[in-house]
């Protein structure tokens, strides 16, 4: 099953597993939650279910924030699947910056960062083989 991992301070990048409750498990810590912010029914965003003492990874929509480790999949409505590569480049472009919290005074603003990249050793999952890619 190939997923888009959203790390905070991180740039995007996909990772392959077993299955969802492997991603799932791999991925995120404590209980988990499956969003459907991305305004279509195909796409799904999985997260920690509480986000309280994580840090700001990136703002998803203009509702939704989001903390902590996450990742982006296919949905079918019953299950979660696995992104066509074509997907998974789409929302790697889309969420490529991290953002920092900033205070300018009067509120909190999220400002991009410069992306880093994720050595591929300390990754989650395994790297897609050839003909996955």
């Avoid at 492997?22 to 810590?29: D, L």
């Avoid at 699947?81 to 998974?88: I, M, V």
């Amino acid at each position: 099953m190939r997923v888009l991992v959203l790390e905070p301070g991180y740039s995007p990048y996909t990772a392959s597993f077993r299955d969802e409750a492997e991603a799932a498990e791999k991925i995120i810590k404590g209980n988990r939650q499956m969003l459907l912010p991305f305004g279509n029914e195909v796409i799904a965003l999985v997260c920690s279910e509480v986000q309280d003492d994580l840090p700001l990874n990136r703002s998803i929509n203009e509702q939704l924030a989001l903390k902590g480790r996450a990742f982006v999949c296919g949905w079918d409505g019953q299950r979660l699947r696995e992104l066509t590569r074509k997907q998974a480049e789409r929302y790697s472009r889309r969420y490529l910056y991290p953002e920092q919290l900033v205070d300018t005074g009067d509120a909190w603003m999220a400002v991009p960062q410069h992306p880093r990249v994720k050595p591929a050793d300390e990754r989650l999952g395994r790297k897609g083989w050839l003909l996955e890619r």
